[in-house]
């Protein structure tokens, strides 16, 4: 069943997208797993529920076969092994900026000489998906948290578009019929959690769609996004002409101007366009990658992470941003990446992240000298300057073998968090994080 479902998707892309005026590539599977993702974000009782978000990337005349009323016909095949992987990162990243915010409220309340400034001081989290195909994740974490922040914020209130006050209804409905057996699961859940250990970032817990779930909005998002050309082109493309005009309400947020090419010229400065609550004006950033290519990858991960290392400094003494918490994912790319990459790619991604924060920690220690004052930050033993989330095949680990896991992780400068394997090729699924002294 496997095998004939596996070949009939595959032939039926090209009349599916026959009249598609995009014709977005399908480089790798990343095409046939936006169907995918498209069929379980339909479903209400899923997990990874995004209320047709990736339903509208796909074309107008032949996506009803995933819509949701058919979505639920479908087997369990290949989609719902997609599923798990897609809920467990959306879980993960929950997690991890829950655990980075904390990590943030604690360390600006916790000093008595905190200054109301200081206290106001938002988080920048900064997202890396490497390899992130025809994926929405970057998206439905703005839009999911945008719905979360419109209850904090009156200014957001009064600019929130009245198609996210029909998507909270639907959310609240969806919490009312959730099944019984997952609302025992969570309970149990609940629990049977360690609260208590600062270390772990529990994944396990079935909620409804996952980003509602992160607790603080004192944050501001920026994500980047790598690929091959032929995808960053096709992705920009769906993201103008269809995904912003059928939900035009997020190019009140985002302020992207996808025709507008990378590294040319900005807006003015006029004040007529102010920044998105919880966003950085052009969301997501697409980069070409060939990850194939360590040099060139070096580079683009470098441009990311270091060379706005100055601007994040300056602001941080003057305006309401802190530091940054880098986030790297991957989801389904190694596997089609040549032996060894995988391996020196995760090394390299730790290698960036140890060279950013030490970067940025000798321009907050300078600035700190030239200002005569002391640092808010915190000082401790052990320091997390970045982390990981993965769904992927690792090399050098054999089925789902943890032991090889935490010591392939350890040897590209990683420290493991959590594990956990299933079926299929991207078989491991994790979290780690980069720890300096």
């Not at 992780?409 to 394997?421: H, R």
Request: charged content about 25%; overall charge neutral.
């Amino acid at each position: 069943e496997w095998q004939r479902a596996w070949k009939l998707h595959r032939w039926l892309m090209k009349p599916l997208h026959l009249l598609d005026g995009c014709r977005p590539k399908d480089s790798k599977l990343a095409l046939a797993c936006l169907w995918w993702k498209a069929i379980a974000g339909n479903d209400k009782s899923s997990p990874v529920h995004d209320y047709s978000l990736s339903y509208d990337l796909l074309p107008p005349v032949t996506r009803w076969i995933v819509s949701s009323r058919v979505c639920r016909l479908y087997p369990r095949l290949h989609h719902a092994n997609v599923e798990i992987r897609t809920a467990y990162l959306d879980k993960a990243l929950t997690n991890v900026i829950n655990k980075i915010m904390e990590e943030h409220n604690t360390a600006t309340s916790s000093t008595a000489t905190t200054t109301m400034q200081e206290q106001k001081r938002k988080k920048k989290i900064r997202l890396v998906i490497m390899g992130g195909g025809y994926d929405t994740r970057s998206i439905k974490l703005l839009e999911q948290s945008l719905l979360m922040q419109s209850g904090d914020n009156d200014d957001a209130t009064t600019t929130t578009s009245t198609r996210y006050n029909r998507l909270q209804k639907r959310h609240n409905r969806s919490q009312r019929r959730r099944r019984w057996y997952h609302r025992l699961l969570q309970r149990s859940n609940n629990r049977n959690a360690d609260v208590d250990d600062p270390t772990t970032i529990s994944t396990t817990t079935i909620g409804s769609p996952l980003f509602f779930n992160i607790t603080s909005t004192n944050y501001n998002l920026e994500a980047y996004e790598l690929d091959l050309p032929e995808v960053v082109t096709a992705k920009r493309k769906l993201l103008s002409q269809r995904l912003f005009r059928r939900r035009p309400w997020l190019l009140q947020h985002t302020k992207r101007r996808v025709a507008k090419k990378l590294g040319g010229g900005k807006d003015d400065d006029d004040g007529q366009e102010d920044q998105a609550q919880g966003c950085d004006d052009d969301y997501p950033i697409l980069m070409e990658a060939n990850f194939n290519d360590l040099n060139v990858t070096r580079k683009v991960l470098e441009g990311i992470l270091l060379n706005d290392n100055n601007d994040v400094v300056s602001k941080s003494r003057s305006q309401d941003d802190d530091d940054v918490m880098n986030i790297v994912l991957f989801e389904g790319v190694m596997i089609y990446l040549d032996e060894g990459i995988p391996h020196a790619l995760l090394e390299l991604c730790s290698q960036v992240l140890r060279k950013s924060s030490q970067q940025q920690q000798q321009q907050l220690d300078d600035d700190t000298a030239n200002n005569n004052s002391t640092s808010s930050n915190s000082s401790t033993t052990t320091t997390t300057v970045g982390y990981l989330c993965f769904a992927d095949r690792l090399e050098n680990i054999p089925g789902g073998d943890i032991d090889a896991a935490h010591v392939e992780m350890e040897s590209t400068g990683w420290e493991l968090v959590d594990f956990l394997s299933k079926p299929g090729l991207a078989r491991h699924m994790g979290v780690a994080r980069v720890v300096v002294e």
